[in-house]
């Protein structure tokens, strides 16, 4: 086969003898001795011939180039026969469009490699010798990048116009967004009635450890096409921006984040340990020119410069901007004094920046933390999802490992291509129906449970409260502390964790002149057993006469790891005991006595769900009972022996550690009888379905049994109090009776006694939270329904862009470069007619803002 080129498939007249116009001079490939003897055909191996790598196979074909006076050159010749050269000078291997296309669609799809994807073509042309096929990995890895930044150029009309590109224009960014002069309207015209955080930039910060880049072999070579022009951040600009910045790593004061950590991370000769950058909250899709890389860490200085390039994309107009981060109550606190410290950070002037903790991010955090930070209690950030960025990660994790050894060019390309086409995909797909239909499932629902809070709430009482939910959200911004109102104000006693701790750091418990070390820790894994075995006995007391062999299994096994943790702290007790302690000294069987929470009976109904004691885990019981062993504390050996072995100084040390643990059981004992009441209420509201209703039983009874085992844990605390003839604490922690389990439905009552304090206080917060939660459902509605209209306005907008193409140039354009303007108009109008649809269909209310 002979393919002819610029004359509509004929030869072209200068040529004459078409087979003696080659330059002789060029050296004929010679093929390994061993190859089979097909390979050596003259019209393989024949310099007239041209490897086309096609997505059918790789060819050997002849190419006839136009030798005409005026013709173009070989390279563009291929370039109209829809051929990409390898070489541009004398090529002589040449990529089909489609195999280009390919390519890049089964990267972004499936993660393939260049490398793969070549073998499967190799494996096409030869499934015997596909080893033989010549390899073009190389090249097809070197054209794939520059076909992909053509792509982009391409998409965003640079075929009409020459000028220099700017940061992040060949990016494309989140059609629901607010962007003034795009698809929203510019303060000027806005409505005032409008809130000031309808029109904010939501922004999300994560890092992704994941996506690690090696040194390059030859950085001599490497060549920059798309250089800052869509995610990944300029390299000279960031380069010097972290060579002046001053990161201190600060110890984290909230939790040991991961974050944090990794702000130390080694490099291992790595050139980047990962990336990291910003996303909107609300949409999910990646901000252009924010996406930075890591050189040891995920440090402040890092995510510093991708903040602030996001918070500068189209957001002219915009007086809020809400960043949510996993850590920002620590690194929000000096983020502004870095910013006015550095040359080459900046904020958009007037721009109040909000910061917050998505709701999947506040679990690992204090409790000040959570109250002052979750986006939960902040005004106008509605519903978010603190997560999304895990999900714009997870395509990039797929070709991360096959970008690790690339250039530093090619690998971030990719990566730009890559966010790109979720950007794409996140515009075609559509959400905001979706997201409607929870916001009007949202508000109905808490909407009924706080109206239902309120209603039997004292009328003076939610006045109070009302105005410290005013107080508090006014002064958020400057103040976050203002937000404590939202936790509970009752100062809570010492847990075991504070008492252990305070153990630790003091100089107690000499024995010889040289601290006990330890002992507070053993005594406390003591206790952690004695959890356990109530733990075990009540649910083996649950199980009744006829358990299932699963059962039997599961406690078993839990007896099993029992077990060893005892005869491991048995061990240990020698140390800490002494010589003189013999583990057979007076072993006694465990006794507890059970007591419920209310009168009502044990079960939904009332009725008693609970086996006989003596029947209890009948087909249980074997050897050993773990569950029953008492273990050599203190309390268990007796005062008197303990002065016998001379270890009086760690009775004093368990008082602490018991006294600890009671409160820990009283704190979780008020927090579930609270969570019970409103259960309670909920399970009994008749406007509730029959399906809710049975949840909030089923949700009632697991309440039950938390509460029941720590009354239980409570009262063998006070009982180890006894044994240590702690008499002044037994008149602070009173025995338990059924009537302290006591609840009501009815909400806080002003005229309360006294002792219903703590009631009420978990009232008010209760009140507080669910107020916060219907007021951010109301936000997201208000939200969705102008995102309808901005992501309406945002096609028609771009449609208009492309119309105005075709006018705006003063030299006439080429047909082709007519048709594909035209094509790329009735995209985006189709874009927005499918949308309009969709959007009238969830909410037949919508009009378009304009």
């Given at each position: ?9 004929k030869p ?8 003696k ?17 097909i ?11 041209i ?11 002849m ?12 390279d563009?010749?291929l ?5 990409f050269?390898?070489?541009?000078t004398?090529?002589?291997t ?7 296309d390919?390519?890049?669609?089964d990267?972004?799809e499936?993660?393939?490699s ?11 042309t030869?499934?015997i ?9 190389r090249?097809?890895m ?14 965003n009309?640079?075929g009409y116009?020459?000028?220099?590109l700017?940061?992040?224009e ?11 002069s ?8 806005r ?5 000031s955080w309808l029109y ?8 992704n ?9 030859h ?13 990944m951040?300029?390299?000279?600009q ?8 001053n ?11 991961r974050?944090?950590n ?20 609300r949409?999910g ?13 995920e440090?402040?200085m890092?995510?510093d410069?991708?903040?602030c390039?996001?918070?500068s994309?189209?957001?002219d ?9 996993d ?7 000096h983020?502004?004094?870095r ?14 920046i ?23 209690f902040?005004t106008?950030?509605a ?8 999900t714009?990660?997870?395509?990039l994790?797929i ?6 050894g690339m250039s ?9 291509y890559?966010?790109?086409d979720?950007?794409?995909m996140?515009?075609i797909?559509g ?7 929870e916001?009007?499932?949202?508000i109905t629902?808490?909407a ?5 809070l309120?209603d039997?709430?004292?009328p003076?009482?939610?006045?109070k409260?009302e105005?410290q939910d ?7 911004v400057?103040?976050?502390?203002a937000?404590?109102?939202f ?8 847990t075991?964790?504070q008492?252990?701790l305070?153990?630790l750091?003091?100089r ?6 040289n601290?006990q070390?330890g002992?507070?820790?053993w005594?406390?894994s ?16 649950k199980?009744?006469?006829?358990p299932t062999?699963?059962q ?23 140390i ?5 302690f ?6 006694r069987?465990?006794?507890l006595?059970f007591?419920?929470d ?9 009725s008693d ?16 009972y773990p ?14 022996r303990?002065?016998?072995?001379g ?23 008020r927090?579930?009888?609270?969570d ?12 509730k379905s029959q ?11 697991s309440v039950k049994?938390?509460?029941?085992l ?14 240590l ?6 008149n602070k922690?009173l025995?338990?009776?059924?009537s ?7 909400m806080?009552?002003?005229n309360?006694?006294?002792?219903s304090?703590?009631m009420?206080?978990f009232?008010r917060?209760?009140?507080l939270?669910?107020k916060?939660?219907r007021?951010?459902w ?19 907008f ?11 140039n003063s030299e ?7 048709c ?7 995209m ?5 007619k ?11 209310t919508f009009?378009?803002?304009?």
């Open positions: 086969m002979e393919i002819h080129l610029g004359h509509q498939g072209c007249p200068i040529l004459g003898d078409i087979h116009w080659e330059d002789t001079n060029e050296p004929i490939h010679q093929p390994e001795e061993d190859l089979p003897t390979l050596k055909l003259p019209f393989l191996n024949g310099k007239q011939c490897t086309i790598v096609d997505k059918s196979r790789v060819h050997s074909l190419i006839r180039f136009c030798q005409c006076p005026n013709a173009c050159t070989a563009k010749q370039f109209e026969m829809g051929m050269p390898a070489s541009f004398r090529p002589k040449a990529f089909t469009f489609p195999v280009l390919g390519f890049a669609l990267n972004l499936c993660g393939t260049a490398m793969n994807y070549y073998n499967k073509l190799r494996r096409m030869s499934s010798f596909p080893h033989l096929v010549l390899d073009l990995y090249e097809l070197r054209v794939a990048q520059q076909w992909r930044q053509l792509k982009l150029l391409k998409w009309g640079f116009e020459r000028r220099r700017t940061s992040g060949l990016a494309l960014f989140c059609p629901a967004c607010p962007q003034p795009i698809n929203s309207p510019l303060p000027s015209d409505s005032a009635d409008d809130p904010a930039r939501l922004l999300v910060m994560d890092g450890f994941k996506a690690e880049h090696l040194h390059p072999t950085p001599e070579d490497e060549v920059w096409l798309t250089d800052g022009q869509c995610f951040v300029s390299k000279d960031y380069k010097a921006h972290l060579a002046v910045a990161d201190v790593v600060q110890p984290s004061e909230c939790n040991n984040h974050a944090v990794q702000a130390n991370a080694s490099q291992h000769k790595l050139e980047a340990t990962g990336i990291g950058g910003c996303a909107c909250a949409h899709c990646f901000v252009p020119h924010s996406i930075v890389d890591f050189q040891k860490g440090w402040q890092n995510m410069y991708a903040l390039h996001a918070l994309h189209h957001t107009g915009l007086s809020q901007a809400f960043t949510f981060y850590v920002n109550c620590q690194y929000n606190k983020f502004q004094h910013v006015s410290e550095s040359l080459y950070l900046s904020l958009p002037s007037g721009m109040e909000i910061p917050g903790i998505g709701l999947w991010h506040v679990h690992g955090h204090q409790d000040k933390c959570y109250v002052r930070y979750a986006s939960t902040i106008g950030a519903r978010i999802d603190g997560e999304i960025m895990e714009l990660w997870a395509p994790n070709i991360s490992p096959a970008a690790r530093t060019p090619h690998q971030q390309e990719c990566l730009d890559q966010m790109n979720f950007n794409f996140k515009m797909r959400f905001l129906c979706r997201k409607y239909k916001a009007i499932k949202g629902e808490s009924s449970a706080f109206d239902k309120n039997t709430t004292d003076i009482m939610v006045a409260w105005e005013r107080y508090a959200h006014s002064c958020r400057a103040d976050p502390s937000m404590d109102v936790e509970v104000q009752l100062k809570r006693a010492p075991r964790k008492q252990e305070a153990l750091s003091s107690v418990g000499r024995l010889g002149g601290l070390r002992a507070a820790t005594i406390a003591g206790i952690t057993i004695e959890e356990v075995q109530i733990a075990l006995t009540m649910d083996i007391r199980l009744g006469r006829h062999e699963t039997t299994l599961d406690i078993c096994r839990r007896r099993t790891k029992l077990q060893s943790r005892i005869d491991e702290f048995t061990i240990v007790a020698a800490h005991l002494g010589e003189g013999d583990v057979d000294d007076d072993i069987d465990l006794h006595d007591i419920d209310d009168s009502e009976g044990n079960g939904i109904d009332g769900t609970e086996s006989d004691p003596e029947a209890d885990g009948r087909q249980l019981r074997d050897s050993f569950e029953k062993i008492v273990i050599p504390l203190p309390s268990n050996i007796g005062v008197a303990c002065g016998e072995l270890v009086e100084h760690l009775i004093g040390q368990e008082i602490a550690l018991q006294e600890g643990q009671a409160n820990d059981a009283l704190q979780a004992i927090m579930h009888l609270a019970k009441a409103v259960l309670f209420h909920t399970a009994v509201c008749p406007a399906a809710k209703s049975t949840r909030a039983w089923t949700q009632v009874h049994q938390v509460i029941r720590n009354t239980m844990i409570y009262m063998k605390c006070r009982a180890q109090l006894g044994n003839e702690a008499h002044g604490l037994l922690y025995r338990m009776e059924k302290h389990l006591k609840t009501t439905a009815a806080a009552d002003p309360a006694r006294v002792s304090d703590w009420n206080e009232y917060v209760h009140w939270r669910t916060a939660l007021d951010r109301v936000e997201e509605l208000i939200l969705v329904e102008h995102e309808m209209g901005w992501t309406l306005e945002f096609f028609l771009k449609a208009s862009m492309w119309l105005t193409r075709l006018t705006s006439a354009l080429p047909e082709g470069h007519k594909y303007a035209i094509r790329q108009a009735h985006y109008q189709e874009l927005a499918h949308a309009q649809a969709g959007f009238i269909k969830t909410n037949p009009r378009p803002i304009s």
